[in-house]
């Protein structure tokens, strides 16, 4: 079951001391181990959702097993600024290869890398043990338990998430459900008319400034109107 994000704070606050980046909790990431999927969150309605493989060993945070930490994180470093899609790491330093998805024989980290820090006593070794949010050539796999600890995505979908996401961002790694959460209003494109930024001083100026921010549509409508009464003008004075 899924804690509110105000009561982890105490957890954070106790188990992070070493932290270097200061936790956002404006931005949350949810992964879910059940669902094999995770959400990004910003300011609490969902921005995407996308489909992920965790550890096929299991779950857990102990030295010397390759599995998946629960709990909460957080994004402490993120790394491939402009790499190529498919591009291959090696120690968190680019080789210069770059590979096609579900290229045959080859299983490195690609394209981005999103590294963790653990905010709890239960995932407190995440950052030592490279717990990272990246790209695989595996795509075959994704959207189910195929990894050695991380989180896989398409190499695709982790550069999109890397540029969604910013440091310090909030992580729950969930064993449950993702839960039920709104999605994020989308931004309407607007065709209003910019006006000069000046403020009007008198109420004359306010009642200016109203009408030349009318819309676009507005405007068509107005003028229209204007037109149908201007003909009908024109016919009654023809007929007197």
Not at 75 to 98: Q, S, W
Not at 211 to 239: F, H, I, P, Y
Request: with cysteine.
């Amino acid at each position: 079951m899924l804690r509110p994000v105000a009561l982890i704070f105490g957890f954070i606050s106790i188990t992070s001391a070493f932290a270097v980046t200061p936790v956002d909790s404006s931005n949350q990431i949810i992964v879910s181990v059940r669902d094999q999927k995770l959400i990004l969150v910003q300011n609490g309605g969902k921005v995407a959702t996308y489909p992920v493989s965790t550890s096929m060993f299991g779950l857990g945070d102990s030295w010397g097993r390759m599995t998946t930490p629960l709990g909460y994180l957080a994004v402490e470093k993120k790394i491939g600024d402009n790499a190529p899609t498919g591009a291959v790491f090696h120690n968190r330093r680019l080789t210069g290869e770059v590979l096609q998805p579900n290229a045959p024989g080859r299983d490195p980290i690609t394209t981005r890398i999103i590294w963790l820090r653990g905010l709890e006593a239960q995932n407190a070794h995440a950052f030592k043990r490279c717990i990272y949010i990246h790209g695989t050539p595996e795509e075959k796999n994704i959207g189910r338990p195929a990894s050695y600890g991380c989180i896989r995505m398409k190499s695709s979908d982790v550069a999109e998430l890397y540029d969604r996401v910013p440091l310090g961002a909030l992580v729950q790694i969930t064993p449950d459900h993702l839960p039920k959460v709104q999605k994020a209003p989308r931004s309407q494109p607007t065709n209003t008319v910019v006006t000069a930024s000046a403020k009007p001083q008198n109420q004359e100026q306010q009642q200016g400034a109203s009408e030349a921010t009318l819309s676009v549509d507005q405007m068509r409508s107005g003028g229209a109107l204007a037109a149908q009464r201007q003909k009908a003008k024109l016919a009654l004075n023809k007929r007197l």
